[in-house]
C-alpha cells in the first residue's frame, strides 16, 4: 500500500472521489492532481492513461517514476521522501486547533498561497480533517489528511504563516492530527521535498521515520 499509497487510497476511502479506469484513477482537479496507477508494467497502463487524460495532458507521477515510451515526456520530477511513524511518535489533542472545512477553504487556500506547503486545491479538505490554528481570528497554522492508503493515513498541508513560525505550531497540529489518525485504527505517514531537510528533522524528531526516496513529478502525454 506504502508504495503505490494514491491507488491504495482511490480504490479505498477516497473509491467515492475515484474517476477514472480499471488501470488509472484520478481525483477530481478541485481535489487532488495525484494520479493511481494499478500495474506500470501493464501492457496496456499508457492507453489507459490517454483514455482519461486525452492528448497533450499533464499527469501527475508521484510515487513513481515509470520508463516513458515513445512520444511522452517528463515534465518535472522532484526527489522526495516517504516518512512512517515508529513507536517514538506520541499524539495529542491541541487545545487550540478547531476544525476546518468547506466554510474555511478560501482561508485555507490563501495560507497555502503564502506558505507553499504542496498542492491544495478549493476541496482538498474533503480529502479528510483538517485543523488550524487562529490568532485573532486569522488563520495563521493548519495541517490535515490526504491519501488514506489501507491501514494508513498521511498527514499533509502541514502550513504555518511566516510571522508566526518557531513557535511549535506545526509540530501541535502534526500530532492532533495523529491523534485522530491513531484513534481510527491508522498509523500515520509523511511526504516531504528530500529538499526540505529543516521539515524532515523536525518529523524525525516527533518520531517519524525515512521508509524509503521517491519522486514527485509529472509527465506529458503525446
Partial sequence: MLDAPVWSSLTGRHRHLAEGNELVLRYPGDVSPFVGVRDWEHPDVWDAILEVFGHGATVSVSHADPLLPAGWAQEFSIPGVQLVQTDRLAPRPDPEAVELGAPDSTEMLALVERTRPGPFHARTHEM?????????????????????????????????????????????????????????????????????TTAISGYEKLGFALRRRLSFGAIRTP
Fill in 128 to 196: 479528510g480533517r483538517y485543523v488550524g490554528i487562529r490568532r485573532k481570528g486569522r488563520l495563521i497554522a493548519m495541517a490535515g489528511e490526504r491519501l488514506h492508503p489501507e491501514g494508513w493515513t498521511e498527514i499533509s498541508a502541514v502550513a504555518v504563516d511566516e510571522a508566526h513560525r518557531r513557535q511549535g505550531l506545526a509540530s501541535r497540529l502534526v500530532l492532533d492530527v495523529a491523534f485522530r489518525i491513531q484513534q481510527r485504527g491508522d498509523r500515520a505517514l509523511l511526504h516531504a521535498s528530500a529538499a526540505n
